[in-house]
């Protein structure tokens, strides 16, 4: 397994530069986890929208019908996106399997396809959406277990690191010692490092940075966190890049750089000493390019405090804002492709936990969760 999962990180991290080998590290990753189906995609739980990045294994028209239809009558969300970046969740952590043989989206897009369970994670999240990756089970796949939980977490930082650190860049491929030619211009600050962390190449950004000084500084030719704890993490990751991409795990995917004042940036880092990086990485003697950029505060959204603050379950949450945003039961229990009974049984459980008798007392209650900077359509 060790050998495996050597070559599917060096893939994955490949796929950091060259976006065309995404479909390749996803077809890994289901061979390595157990799965018929792999995907990157982004969500919009405020609009109901979604948007495919990557993936491998799938009906190109399901995915379609995913993107156009089912993308706005999916029970998992909005629950599923208030799991932390980086968490492994199954579909039994959203919703209980009897739940979801009722909803439309079983019936006519999972059913069809022989589709049973998932596993994913979110590589990234904003008030309104998040970034998951998911490896979705076939029939013959079996339910997920505790073994396929176990090799998706071993997974999940290296793709989000991946994932983080392509779109910074957003560069379909990079050659060899081109990597630094290629990287000059980024609006990110771009550096190339050794094991000590001594600088060996800098873009103009992040000459703009360390002149700066304000969250990176060089001392005696080393790149240097003015924070003293990602600093420490960076460190250690600039060390253990130099045994191999499986040697970095999770740290430094996503380091917090503090400055003065409310400005906020990130560091990821990406190992350079194993497949096509390799050569990059030993033209400037380097074993990890470090990409810095700005990235604003987020809030947690309306929906997210509203279902903490009660505790309600995902089709607990999915009913109330149906009913605040559809209407009636009739026409909610159409939107999410249940029957009104269910409907009615979980708004019973709503008014309960919310100490509400009323649907219009609900809609007051939704209003006094939203931001008073955001307008009713900012709440899922």
Same mark, same amino acid.
């Given at each position: 397994m060790t050998e495996q999962l050597s070559r599917l990180i060096g893939t994955i991290y490949d796929a950091a530069l060259?976006?065309?080998?995404?479909?390749?590290a996803l077809e890994g990753v289901c061979g390595f986890v157990g799965g018929s189906m792999a995907n990157i995609?982004?969500?919009?739980v405020v609009a109901k929208t979604a948007k495919r990045f990557f993936e491998w294994g799938a009906d190109p028209d399901y995915t379609q019908l995913y993107m156009e239809k089912y993308s706005k009558i999916n029970p998992l969300f909005p629950a599923?996106?208030?799991?932390?970046?980086? %968490?492994?969740?199954?579909?039994?952590?959203?919703i209980s399997q009897d739940e979801l043989r009722e909803t439309r989206i079983y019936r006519e897009w999972m059913r069809p396809q022989g589709y049973i369970d998932f596993l994913g994670c979110h590589l990234e999240k904003s008030t309104v959406s998040c970034v998951p990756t998911t490896v979705i089970r076939h029939e013959r796949d079996g339910w997920v277990d505790r073994e396929s939980m176990s090799r998706m977490r071993m997974l999940v930082p %290296?793709?989000?690191?991946?994932?983080?650190?392509?779109?910074?860049?957003?560069?379909?491929?990079?050659?060899?010692?081109?990597?630094?030619?290629?990287l000059d211009g980024l609006a990110a600050g771009m550096f190339l490092v050794d094991a000590t962390s001594r600088v060996m190449h800098v873009n103009v950004s992040g000459r703009a940075m360390l002149a700066e000084s304000s969250v990176l500084r060089s001392i005696n030719g080393r790149l240097t966190a003015v924070d003293f704890e990602a600093d420490r993490?960076?460190?250690?990751?600039?060390?253990?890049?130099?045994?191999?991409?499986?040697?970095?795990?999770?740290?430094g995917v996503a380091v917090?750089?503090?400055?003065?004042?409310?400005?906020? %940036?990130?560091? %990821?880092?990406?190992?350079l000493t194993a497949g096509a990086r390799g050569r990059a990485g030993n033209a400037f003697a380097a074993v990890a390019a470090v990409f810095v950029h700005r990235t604003a505060l987020e809030a947690p959204s309306a929906a997210e405090a509203l279902a903490s603050a009660y505790k309600l379950t995902a089709m607990e949450l999915r009913v109330l804002l149906g009913i605040v945003q559809v209407g009636g039961g009739t026409m909610v229990a159409e939107d999410l492709g249940i029957s009104e009974?269910?409907?009615?049984?979980?708004?019973?459980?709503?008014?309960?936990?919310?100490?509400?008798?009323?649907?219009?007392?609900l809609v007051k209650l939704v209003?006094?969760?939203?931001?008073?900077?955001?307008?009713?359509?900012a709440l899922c």
């Open positions: 060259d976006s065309e080998l995404w479909p390749r995609f982004w969500q919009d599923a996106y208030f799991f932390p970046v980086e %968490h492994v969740f199954n579909q039994s952590d959203v %290296h793709i989000r690191r991946a994932a983080l650190i392509g779109n910074v860049i957003s560069l379909r491929t990079c050659e060899g010692a081109t990597l630094a030619d290629a993490t960076l460190k250690d990751v600039f060390a253990a890049a130099d045994d191999g991409d499986t040697a970095v795990g999770a740290r917090l750089l503090r400055a003065a004042g409310t400005e906020r %940036h990130v560091a %990821h880092v990406l190992p009974t269910t409907v009615r049984s979980h708004l019973k459980h709503v008014f309960e936990k919310t100490g509400t008798k009323r649907q219009v007392d209003a006094a969760f939203e931001s008073p900077l955001r307008g009713p359509e």
